[in-house]
């Protein structure tokens, strides 16, 4: 048995995430009743990552601003603009792929979504953004509101600026032994992914999707399209050397991750273990994750995209060039919000309909049909937007590096 475990360690972890995923596909086939008690696995793995990341996120973000040297550079400011850029772009490739390959919906009442109740408009979306600012901290660490979160550690952080080393020493440690934490839920990863994907095939199965396979392709395919095409066109524009190396690695080491959990708070400890293995600077990630996290949502700007111009198609209703542009910019500017309503992408998808006056009753049908894929829509949506988060990081760090003649070297495991 000993000689078992020491064989399971010298694993990659990729490796015993692909074997803990194979097992819950077969077992989910097979054996579904019988290994029905493995699905514990995927809750204990899923909220013990929610359980360490919002209080981990305070300490981190909490210590490197109180440790921050006046005249010590971040690259903050370069990183918001990549957020915000690659969410307008991937709201811009969902409108042009839904010109290109329009699809029509199948509307009828929308199961389980009775009690859901969507913003009105962009100003409530950004209203309820700003009350999340001042939540009371022990609220916001208890509902893992991480705008809350944020906040509550850049004040604490700043006002510690001036504490004595002893109290920073005392706050950074334990930053790390949270990190400690987060290593050792990660190496859970394998039976936790083996527990979600037997609960997601058992409890769902494959044939609920079938009617929606067009729509299906088309929201994949965006997402697809963004982590493969434009992201790697962004990040050679920031270093100017082969793309894929960096852009693989995030999405092998934050998006399978990201995929399982469907839950980007989930995964902001797994990012920031990323970032540690590619050497970036820890004052920047311990911000930038968690803040993108939040606002960095180029699979919700898809999702709101291509769900309206589908309800749009089924209406019969003439969209303009004008007005397709307006909708990306409107999807880019509700998703960075998604995080603050509760439903995430899905309930925006009403206040993107307003735009073409689109009833609400049929708004909530085409949120449920978003609920029924989201079995595969939530995944992908959810890796696309976690990996991203690491990308940007990397490549605004690496730009500088670039030009300070640094060496970027990509570790391979």
């Given at each position: 048995m000993t000689e078992l475990l020491k064989q399971w360690n010298q694993l990659s972890l990729v490796k015993r995430i692909i074997i803990g995923l194979i097992t819950g596909i077969i077992l989910a086939i097979t054996v579904p009743n019988v290994a029905k008690p493995i699905s514990i696995f995927g809750?204990?793995?899923?909220?013990?990552?929610?359980?360490?990341?919002?209080?981990?996120?305070?300490?981190?973000?909490?210590?490197?601003?109180?440790?921050?040297?006046?005249?010590?550079?971040?690259?903050?400011?370069?990183?918001?603009?990549?957020?915000?850029?690659?969410?307008?772009?991937?709201?811009?490739v969902a409108v042009v792929a839904s010109f290109m390959f329009p699809v029509t919906l199948k509307l009828g009442a929308g199961a389980g979504i009775e009690n859901l109740t969507p913003p009105r408009g962009v100003v409530e979306v950004l209203k309820s953004l700003l009350m999340n600012i001042v939540d009371n901290p022990v609220k916001a660490l208890a509902n893992a509101n991480y705008i809350g979160i944020l906040v509550w550690a850049l004040l604490l952080g700043l006002a510690l600026k001036n504490a004595s080393e002893s109290t920073k020493t005392m706050i950074s440690n334990i930053s790390d032994a949270l990190s400690q934490v987060v290593k050792w839920v990660i190496n859970f990863a394998p039976f936790g992914i083996m527990g979600l994907v037997f609960d997601t095939i058992a409890t769902n199965g494959i044939k609920v999707l079938q009617d929606y396979v067009q729509l299906l392709f088309l929201l994949v395919g965006c997402m697809v399209f963004m982590a493969l095409v434009v992201n790697p066109i962004i990040t050679f524009i920031s270093i100017r050397q082969n793309p894929y190396p960096l852009v693989l690695k995030c999405l092998k080491d934050s998006g399978i991750t990201a995929f399982f959990t469907r839950s980007s708070a989930a995964n902001i400890p797994v990012n920031m273990n990323l970032c540690g293995k590619l050497g970036l600077d820890k004052d920047t990630y311990s911000v930038s994750i968690p803040l993108g996290a939040t606002i960095n949502m180029s699979g919700a700007a898809i999702t709101i995209s291509v769900l309206t111009l589908a309800a749009v198609n089924t209406l019969g209703i003439k969209v303009d060039i004008g007005t397709a542009l307006i909708l990306s910019l409107l999807s880019a500017i509700s998703a960075c919000g998604a995080?603050?309503?509760?439903?995430?992408?899905?309930?925006?998808?009403?206040?993107?309909?307003?735009?073409?006056?689109?009833?609400?009753?049929?708004?909530?049908?085409?949120?449920?049909?978003g609920f029924i894929v989201g079995v595969i829509q939530d995944s992908c949506e959810t890796a696309l937007n976690s990996s991203t988060d690491v990308l940007f990081t990397a490549i605004s760090e690496f730009a500088q590096w670039r030009k300070e003649g640094k060496k970027i070297v990509i570790p391979k495991k």
């Open positions: 809750s204990l793995f899923v909220g013990a990552l929610k359980a360490v990341a919002p209080i981990l996120v305070l300490f981190l973000v909490m210590s490197a601003i109180s440790q921050h040297k006046k005249g010590q550079k971040t690259n903050m400011k370069s990183i918001i603009v990549l957020y915000l850029l690659g969410t307008f772009l991937a709201g811009l995080s603050g309503v509760a439903g995430g992408s899905l309930l925006l998808v009403p206040l993107a309909c307003s735009l073409f006056r689109i009833p609400n009753d049929v708004a909530m049908q085409v949120v449920g049909v």
